[in-house]
C-alpha cells in the first residue's frame, strides 16, 4: 500500500461517506407515498439527521466490532453478526423484556444496552470454546460454523422468549428484533453508542501497531512486547459492547460489521492506525447507504425493512470472500 | 475528525429545528376534521366503514386503503406520517403501548394517540363506537347500525347447536385455533355453539390434541385465496376427520379473521356455510341409510330458515 | 548473564519436559537437537519465557558487573532477589527488550508489506527505521522491502520473521531464540543465518537454535543439548555431544564423522546401509 494510493483511499472513504449521507438525507416520500429526491422540508430535517446519527453510530460500531473480531480471531471471515454477537445480545434483551415483564422494568434501563452486552459477550464466549480447535489454534471456518449455529441457536432463544412473553409485549420486541434505523433514537442509547464508537476509534488508532502486532503468531506478538492476554481481553470486551450498543440501537444487523473491514483495508491498507478509522467510515457510509436504498420502493409497499437490505447486499460478499479462499489467506 | 464535524452540524440542524415544532401547539381535535393514521387493519376498516375514507390519511401495508403507507409498529415511517398531518393516531391497544419514537413525535407534534382493543366479541361490538370517541365527533355511519346488524348475526343458529362441540382453526398447518376468549368462539357461543376445548388465545394444537377434545365438527377459516384448495383437500386432516365421524368444514372468509367491521358480513356467510354444510351432510345420510323422509323433511325445514335468516345483510 | 533451569518441569498441553537442569551460557551458541516429539519447541519456547516453570526454576542470573544491564532492564525490583528473576514472569514489555524469538512456522498478516512486518518488531519500543533497513539487508530481503507478506516463499517468509528479531535487538538484548530455521532455507541463505547467529554470539548473546540439520548444527554449536522423550538425554560441549557415540543411542541411526569444518566435527547420519538394506 504506496502513500499516494493510501490517500486515493482515503479521498474514495470520504466520497462515498458523503455521498451516502447527501443520498439519505435527500430521499423521502411525498404525499402519495412515491419516493422523491429533494431537499427536506424543515419539518423532515430533524428525522432525516436522526435517522442519519443512529445509522452512522449504529453503522460505525458493527464495523469497528467486526474489524476487531477480525484482529482478535485473525480470521477476515469474523463480524459480530457471523460469530452470533448480535443474536446473543438479541436474546439477552428478549430475555430481559421477559424478566421485565415478570419483575419490573428497571432491567430495561437505558435501554437495553446492559442485556445486550452480556449477551454479546456470552455468544462470543460459546463461540470461541467451540470454535477452538483441539491443538489449540482456530480454525477459521469451524469458528464461523460455530458462530453460525451459536447465531442460530440465540436467535431461536430470542424466539422462545418472545413466544412466552405476553401477547401485548410482543410487538416491541417483534420490530427491534428485525432490524431499524429509528429517526428519533432514545438519547440514552444513542449518546453511548457514540461514546463508545469515539472511545473505540481513538483507542484503536492510537495502540494500531498494538494490533498489527496481534496479526502474528502468539509466540511472535508475545515476544515482541505484546501483552497477548491483555489485548485479547480488551478485543473481546470492544467487540461486544461495539456489537451490542450497535443492537441497542438498530437490532441485529447482518454483515455491515463484515464488510466495514474489509472495504476499509481495500482503500487504505491493513495497517489499524488507518484501517481502524476507515472501518468506522465504512461502516457508516455502509448502513446509511442502506438505510437510503430501502426507501426507494413503490408506493404500494412502503420503504422496505433494513434488516432485508443488510442481508442481501452482505450475504454475497460473505460468499465471495468465502470463494476468494480469504479465510486461508489471512495469516502467512 | 470529518465525521465529529457531521455529527455536530446535524446536532445543530436538530437543535434549530426543534422551537418551530414546540410552536405549533396541540390543536382541539373537534374544531377540525379528522385526520387519522391507523397503524390496525381493524381499526382501518372500522375508519373506512363509518364513512370517514377520506379522513384516513396513514396506513400499515396490510390495511386495505389507498392512502399512504406509513410504516407499521414494528418501522414508523415518521416522515410520511408527518407529512399526512394526522391529528390522530389509531393503534390497536396493547400493553406495552407505542414505539417510544412515536410516542414522543406524537407529544412534541400534538398527534393524539388513542389505544382500541380488538379482541373479544365485546370489543368487535364495540369497536365503531370507539372509534367514533376516539375520533370525536359524529361519523358519516352511525355506528348503532353496526351493533344492530352484529346483534342479527348472533342469534341462536341450529347448524352451530349442531355441530358443537367444535373446533375453530384459522389455520390446518401448523393447526391454529381460535381459544375461548377469541371473538370468534364468543361469536360462536353466542350462535348456541360450543367449543370443544376450553384453552385461551390462538394455541397451536397438535394432531393428537386436536382429536383428544373429541369434537363433534372441525371448522377451518381460510384467508387467503390459495388456502381455500389447500385446506379443502387437506388430506391429512380430512382423512383424521373422516375416519373418526368429525365434520370437517372449510369456510373461505378472510373478514373472519379480521376483527373489524367486516365480521359481521364474515359471519353472515359463515352461517350461511355452516348451514349449507349441515343441509348436504343431512342429505348425504339420508341417502346413505335410507331412513323415513319425515325427519329429513324436518331438518331440511329448520335449515332452510335459517338459510333466510342468515341471509339478512345490514 | 547466564540463563538457568533448575529441576525445571513444563507443561505444553499434554506434554511434559523435565524436570531439567540446565544453563545457558552468554556469547555462545546452543543447539538443541532430538528427535521428533522430543521436547525442543517446548524448551525453546520456555526459554523465550512463553511457557512458565510448572515446577521448578528457569531463572535468568547476572553478576554484579552485569547488574548495570538489568538496571536498564528495570528488573532490579523488590521481586528481584539476588540478581535472579523467573523468566516467565518479566513483563512482555521487558521480554522484548531481553530476547528475540523465531518460531518454527512465523506468521504475519498476508497484506503487510515486509517492511512492515519487519517494524513490527520495535512496536513495544522506539521506532528505529535505520536498524529496520540494517535488518533488512543482513537478511538479504531490502529488495522485497515493499513486496505483500502474502507473496512471499515459505523461506522467504521465514527471513522476515529473522529480520524482524533483529529488528528488535536493543544494547539490552541477551538472547536470540530460533526454532528449527533450516528446513525451508536454500543453502544460501542457510550459510548466511549460520554467520548471522555466530554474529549474535560474538556480540555477547546467548543464542540458542533448535534444528535437525547436523551440518549445520555442528558448522554453529558451542554447545549442544539433546532432548529425547522429554528428558535431556545429553548436554555439554558440542565437541562431545556431536559423536556416534553419544547420538546414535538418542537417534536410533547410525552415524559416521565426516570431517573435520571450522568449529566442529561434522558427524552425520548414515542412509546408504539402510537403504541398501531394503
Excluded at chain 2, 22 to 37: C, F, V, Y
Excluded at chain 2, 87 to 114: D, F, H, M, Y
Excluded at chain 2, 193 to 210: D, H, Q, R, V, Y
Excluded at chain 2, 270 to 276: G, H, L, N, V
Aim: charged fraction near 15%.
Amino acid at each position: 500500500m504506496t502513500a499516494r494510493r493510501q490517500q486515493l483511499g482515503w479521498i474514495c472513504l470520504s466520497f462515498l461517506l458523503v455521498a451516502s449521507i447527501a443520498c439519505r438525507f435527500l430521499v423521502g416520500r411525498d404525499a402519495i407515498g412515491q419516493w422523491t429526491f429533494a431537499w427536506p422540508t424543515s419539518d423532515s430535517i430533524e428525522w432525516r439527521a436522526g435517522a442519519l446519527i443512529s445509522a452512522f453510530l449504529a453503522g460505525a460500531a458493527l464495523s469497528l466490532s467486526g474489524i476487531f473480531l477480525q484482529t482478535l480471531l485473525r480470521n477476515p471471515l469474523a463480524s459480530p453478526f457471523v460469530l452470533g454477537l448480535s443474536a446473543g445480545s438479541q436474546a439477552c434483551v428478549a430475555a430481559a423484556y421477559w424478566i421485565a415483564a415478570i419483575g419490573g422494568p428497571w432491567l430495561l434501563m437505558g435501554g437495553a444496552i446492559f442485556p445486550a452486552t452480556v449477551g454479546a459477550l456470552l455468544a462470543l464466549a460459546v463461540t470461541l470454546y467451540f470454535g477452538r480447535g483441539k491443538g489449540g489454534g482456530i480454525d477459521p471456518i469451524s469458528l464461523v460454523l460455530s458462530g453460525v449455529i451459536v447465531g442460530t441457536v440465540a436467535a431461536a432463544l430470542a424466539s422462545l422468549i418472545e413466544w412466552l412473553l405476553p401477547l401485548e409485549m410482543r410487538p416491541a420486541l417483534a420490530g427491534w428484533a428485525l432490524g431499524r434505523v429509528l429517526e428519533v433514537p432514545e438519547i440514552s442509547v444513542t449518546v453511548i453508542t457514540a461514546i463508545a464508537v469515539f472511545t473505540a476509534t481513538f483507542m484503536g488508532i492510537r495502540n494500531g501497531s498494538t494490533l498489527d502486532a496481534m496479526g502474528l503468531s502468539e509466540d511472535e506478538s508475545s515476544s515482541i512486547g505484546i501483552h497477548v492476554a491483555r489485548v485479547r481481553l480488551y478485543l473481546v470486551l470492544g467487540s461486544s459492547v461495539l456489537a451490542a450498543v450497535a443492537t441497542a440501537l438498530c437490532g441485529p444487523l447482518a454483515f455491515i460489521g463484515l464488510i466495514g473491514p474489509h472495504m476499509a483495508r481495500s482503500c487504505v491498507g491493513p495497517r489499524h492506525r488507518a484501517s481502524v478509522l476507515a472501518a468506522a467510515i465504512s461502516g457508516s457510509t455502509l448502513l446509511i447507504a442502506a438505510d437510503a436504498v430501502r426507501h426507494f420502493a413503490p408506493a404500494s409497499t412502503g420503504r422496505l425493512p433494513i434488516g432485508v437490505i443488510c442481508a442481501l447486499a452482505g450475504g454475497p460478499f460473505f460468499l465471495i470472500l468465502l470463494r476468494r479462499g480469504a479465510a486461508k489467506a489471512w495469516m502467512r | 475528525m470529518r465525521q465529529a464535524m457531521l455529527v455536530l452540524l446535524m446536532a445543530l440542524a436538530m437543535a434549530a429545528c426543534r422551537p418551530q415544532d414546540a410552536a405549533t401547539a396541540p390543536a382541539h381535535l373537534s374544531d377540525q376534521p379528522p385526520r387519522i393514521a391507523s397503524f390496525s387493519p381493524a381499526l382501518s376498516a372500522t375508519v373506512v366503514a363509518l364513512g370517514w375514507e377520506n379522513s384516513l390519511v396513514g396506513r400499515t401495508p396490510w390495511c386495505k386503503s389507498t392512502a399512504p403507507i406509513v410504516g407499521s409498529l414494528n418501522d414508523v415511517d415518521l416522515e410520511t406520517l408527518a407529512r399526512m398531518k394526522p391529528n390522530l393516531i389509531l393503534i390497536q391497544q396493547t400493553r406495552s403501548g407505542a414505539p417510544a419514537q412515536l410516542e414522543q413525535v406524537a407529544r412534541e407534534k400534538g398527534w393524539r394517540i388513542e389505544f382500541i382493543p380488538a379482541t373479544s366479541l365485546d370489543d368487535i361490538r364495540h369497536l365503531p363506537t370507539a372509534v367514533e370517541q376516539a375520533v370525536g365527533k359524529p361519523a358519516p355511519i352511525s355506528p348503532q347500525l353496526f351493533a344492530q346488524a352484529l346483534e342479527k348475526e348472533l342469534t341462536t343458529c341450529a347448524a352451530a347447536q349442531k355441530l358443537s362441540p367444535t373446533i375453530l382453526l384459522y389455520n390446518d398447518e401448523p393447526i391454529g385455533a381460535f381459544g375461548a376468549d377469541t371473538y370468534l368462539a364468543q361469536a360462536w357461543n353466542a350462535m348456541g355453539g360450543t367449543l370443544a376445548f376450553s384453552k385461551s388465545g390462538n394455541p397451536n394444537l397438535s394432531m393428537e390434541e386436536l382429536f383428544a377434545t373429541q369434537p363433534k365438527s372441525i371448522i377451518v377459516i381460510v384467508g387467503a385465496v390459495g388456502d381455500k384448495a389447500h385446506a379443502q383437500s387437506h388430506d391429512v386432516l380430512g382423512d383424521a376427520c373422516a375416519k373418526r365421524g368429525v365434520s370437517l368444514l372449510a369456510l373461505y372468509a378472510p373478514q373472519l379473521l379480521l376483527p373489524g367491521p367486516e365480521f359481521t358480513t364474515g359471519l353472515s356467510l359463515f352461517r350461511a356455510e355452516i348451514q349449507k354444510f349441515c343441509v348436504a351432510q343431512a342429505q348425504t345420510q339420508a341417502q346413505a341409510i335410507q331412513a323415513p323422509a319425515t325427519t329429513q323433511v324436518g331438518a331440511l325445514e329448520v335449515t332452510a330458515d335459517n338459510i333466510s335468516q342468515g341471509a339478512n345483510k345490514p | 548473564m547466564t540463563l538457568k533451569f533448575e529441576q525445571a518441569l513444563i507443561r505444553n498441553g499434554n506434554f511434559v519436559l523435565g524436570p531439567i537442569d540446565l544453563q545457558f551460557r552468554a556469547a555462545a551458541v546452543t543447539v538443541v537437537i532430538g528427535p521428533n516429539g522430543g521436547g525442543k519447541s517446548t524448551l525453546l519456547r520456555a526459554v523465550a519465557g512463553l511457557l512458565p516453570a510448572h515446577a521448578g526454576h528457569a531463572r535468568l542470573q547476572w553478576e554484579q558487573s552485569q547488574s548495570a544491564r538489568a538496571d536498564e532492564l528495570s528488573m532490579t525490583s523488590a521481586r528481584t532477589l539476588a540478581g535472579e528473576m523467573e523468566i516467565a514472569k518479566i513483563t512482555p514489555s521487558q521480554r522484548a527488550r531481553l530476547l528475540s524469538f523465531v518460531p518454527q512456522r512465523p506468521e504475519s498478516v498476508a497484506g503487510f508489506s515486509v517492511r512492515t512486518s519487519v517494524e513490527l518488531g520495535r512496536v513495544a519500543m522506539r521506532a528505529d527505521a535505520p536498524r529496520v533497513q540494517l535488518a533488512l539487508e543482513r537478511t538479504g530481503i531490502a529488495a522485497l522491502a515493499d513486496e505483500l507478506v502474502g507473496h512471499l516463499s515459505e523461506g522467504q517468509r521465514h527471513r522476515v520473521a529473522f529480520a524482524r528479531a533483529l529488528a528488535q535487538r536493543t544494547a539490552q538484548t541477551q538472547l536470540l531464540i530460533v526454532d528449527e530455521p533450516t528446513s525451508a532455507l536454500d543453502p544460501s541463505w542457510t550459510r548466511a543465518l549460520a554467520a548471522e547467529l555466530r554474529h549474535s554470539a560474538s556480540e555477547g548473546l546467548a543464542v540458542i537454535v533448535a534444528t535437525h540439520d547436523f551440518a549445520f548444527a555442528g558448522a554453529i554449536a558451542d554447545d549442544v543439548v539433546a532432548l529425547a522423550q522429554g528428558k535431556i538425554a545429553a548436554a555439554g560441549r558440542a565437541v562431545d555431544i556431536l559423536t556416534p557415540h553419544t547420538l546414535q543411542p538418542i537417534f536410533n541411526v547410525p552415524f559416521r564423522m565426516v570431517e573435520h569444518l571450522a568449529l566442529n566435527p561434522l558427524c552425520l547420519p548414515m542412509w546408504n546401509d539402510a537403504i541398501n538394506a531394503s
